[in-house]
C-alpha cells in the first residue's frame, strides 16, 4: 500500500530513475570501451614510435609511414574540397528552395539515405570499374579522391540538410521583414546558424575518409610513395598510386612482419583523427562565439 501511494504521488518516477539508470550504464559502458581500445593502442604503438618511421623514404626496413601520412592529408583534403560544395549546394536547395514535402524532395531524400548506407567496399568496386578501369586513370590518387568524394557525398547532404531545417524559422521571416532577398536570408543569416551541425558532417566525414581501407585499395593502389610529380613539392602527380594510413597499417599488420609498426601508425591515425576533431571543435565553438 505504500508503493502504491507513492507510486501515485510521484508518477513516471520510477520511470524516469530506471532509464537515467540504463543512460549513465550505456554510457559508462562505452566510455570504458573507448578507453580501453585507446590504452591499448597506446601501449602497443608508443615502443615502436622511432624517428625512422617517419623517413621521406618508405622501404622494407624503416616501414616508414610519412608518404602514407602525407597521402591521407591530400586524400582528405581534396575529398573534401570536391564532395562539400556538391553536398552543402544540394542541402541548401532542398531545405530553402525546394518545396517541402515534395514527391521528387522525398524520393531525393530515400535514394541519399541509401547511399549513405551501402558498405564502402561496393563504392571501391564501382570506383575501381568506373574510374581506374574505364576512365583509364589506373590505380592513383584522383580515383581514390572522387570514389571518397562519392562514398561521403551523401552524409555531409543529409548533416547539412538537418542542419539548415533545424534553424528557426523566425530568423528568416525577420530577413524577409527588413527587405533582404532570398539568397541573402540563406547565406547571410540561416547559413551561419547551421555552422555547427554542418561542421559535424563534415567531422564524420573526416573519420570515414581517414579510416577507409577497401574503398581504397581498389582504386588508390597500396604504392607507398609521396604523391609528388617529378619536380617535387608542391607539384602533385595525381595519377600516382599511393597509400593512406589506414592501408599502410592494413597491409604492415597482413604482412605478420611489421604488427609493432603497425600499432605504431594506428597512433598516428588516432592523433590525426583527434587533431582534425578537436580543429573543427574548436572552429564551431568560434562560429557560435561570433554568432552570440
Known amino acids: 500500500m505504500k508503493k502504491k501511494g507513492l507510486r501515485n504521488k510521484y508518477p513516471g518516477k520510477y520511470g524516469e530513475i530506471f532509464l537515467g539508470a540504463i543512460t549513465w550504464a550505456a554510457a559508462l559502458l562505452m566510455t570504458a570501451v573507448l578507453l580501453y581500445i585507446i590504452g591499448f593502442i597506446v601501449y602497443r604503438g608508443v615502443p615502436y614510435m622511432k624517428p625512422s618511421l617517419f623517413s621521406p623514404t618508405y622501404n622494407s626496413t624503416n616501414v616508414s ?171 602533385i602527380d595525381v595519377f600516382a598510386s599511393v597509400r593512406t594510413l589506414s592501408v599502410h597499417m592494413y597491409a604492415l599488420t597482413r604482412e605478420g612482419l611489421h604488427t609493432g609498426e603497425g600499432f605504431a601508425t594506428a597512433l598516428t591515425l588516432l592523433a590525426v583523427v583527434m587533431g582534425i576533431n578537436a580543429a573543427a571543435a574548436w572552429m564551431a565553438g568560434r562560429v557560435g562565439k561570433n554568432r552570440s
Open 65 to 235: 609511414l610519412l608518404p602514407a601520412l602525407v597521402s591521407t592529408v591530400y586524400m582528405t583534403a581534396f575529398a573534401l574540397a570536391l564532395a562539400l560544395p556538391l553536398g552543402l549546394g544540394a542541402a541548401i536547395y532542398l531545405a530553402e528552395y525546394a518545396r517541402r514535402g515534395h514527391k521528387i524532395v522525398r524520393l531525393i531524400r530515400l535514394a541519399t539515405e541509401t547511399l549513405a548506407g551501402i558498405p564502402s567496399i561496393i563504392h571501391g568496386l564501382f570506383g575501381m570499374l568506373f574510374f581506374v578501369t574505364y576512365l583509364g586513370w589506373g590505380f592513383s590518387l584522383l580515383a581514390g579522391v572522387c570514389t571518397l568524394a562519392i562514398m561521403i557525398l551523401p552524409l555531409i547532404m543529409r548533416a547539412s540538410e538537418e542542419a539548415l531545417l533545424a534553424a528557426p524559422d523566425s530568423y528568416r521571416e525577420g530577413a524577409f521583414a527588413l527587405g533582404a532577398g532570398k539568397l541573402r536570408t540563406v547565406f547571410r543569416i540561416v547559413l551561419p546558424a547551421a555552422a555547427p551541425g554542418i561542421l559535424a558532417g563534415v567531422i564524420l566525414s573526416v573519420g570515414r575518409i581517414v579510416g577507409e581501407t577497401a574503398a581504397l585499395i581498389y582504386t588508390a593502389g597500396t604504392v607507398a610513395q609521396m604523391p609528388f610529380a617529378e619536380g617535387g613539392p608542391p607539384l
